[in-house]
Structure formats: structure tokens, C-alpha cells
């Protein structure tokens, strides 16, 4: 499986950007899908999970309000809309695989794989 993130660039503080991954995976529908960063010496922070169906959606208190995930299961395509985004926003953004079908991935990047390379958001003026 191949998770390829995109649309990460340089933007103000306050300003927006929306993220797109792109999984190969046949079996995309199937899985819950997670948002995780990590900033230069820091371990990969969990943002947002959402389900297989899109039904459930879990965020970190960090981006809470200001970030939304939503899927296309027939594209196999998920987003990240990031809105209000703050310097410390800044970071390699990473889409990620739960382990198993028809499970939640979790709050830790020990519960998903296939992170493929990344995209990278930086917010300054």
C-alpha cells in the first residue's frame, strides 16, 4: 500500500490549506485513516482519525475546531482542511493506515503504517 500526501506549502498565520492523500490500496474503503505531523526533533503527533465510512471523526485538542478530515472512499482520497493555521502548525504532515480493517487506528502512530513521505507545511510571515 502507498499513501502519497500532497498540498502542504508556505502560508501567513491565519491562513488555510487543504492536505490530500492518496492511497493505492483497493481495500481503502475498509479502513480507518489517520493525520499525524511531526516538527524537526519531535515525535509524530497524532491530529485526526477518521473511519472507514467517515462516520467517526477523533481530533487532538491541538487542532480541535480549526482542522476538519473528511474521505472519499471512491477516489481513495482523504483531506485535511487546516484553517487559523499558527507557526507552531509548522511541520511534515504524514497520512497514515490503521493496522487492521474495521478498526480505529488511535492517538498513537504505533496504530497505523504505509506513512509514505510526507508533505510539509510551514506557517510564517
Known amino acids: 500500500v502507498q499513501l502519497q500526501a500532497s498540498g502542504g506549502g508556505l502560508v501567513e498565520p491565519g491562513g488555510s490549506l487543504r492536505l490530500s492523500c492518496e492511497s493505492s490500496?483497493?481495500?481503502?474503503?475498509?479502513?480507518?485513516m489517520g493525520w499525524f505531523r511531526q516538527a524537526p526533533g519531535k515525535e509524530r503527533e497524532f491530529l485526526t482519525q477518521?473511519?472507514?465510512?467517515?462516520?467517526?471523526?477523533q481530533y487532538a485538542d491541538s487542532v480541535k475546531g480549526r482542522f476538519t478530515v473528511s474521505r472519499d472512499n471512491d477516489a481513495k482520497l482523504v483531506y485535511l482542511q487546516m484553517e487559523s493555521l499558527k507557526p507552531e502548525d509548522t511541520a511534515v504532515y504524514f497520512c497514515?493506515?490503521?493496522?487492521?480493517?474495521?478498526?480505529?487506528?488511535?492517538?498513537?502512530?504505533?496504530?497505523?503504517?504505509?506513512w509514505g513521505q510526507g508533505t510539509l507545511v510551514t506557517v510564517s510571515s
Open positions: 477518521i473511519t472507514w465510512s467517515g462516520r467517526f471523526k
Open positions: 497514515g493506515r490503521a493496522l487492521n480493517p474495521y478498526t480505529y487506528g488511535g492517538d498513537s502512530a504505533g496504530g497505523y503504517n504505509s
Open positions: 490500496d483497493s481495500d481503502f474503503h475498509k479502513y480507518t
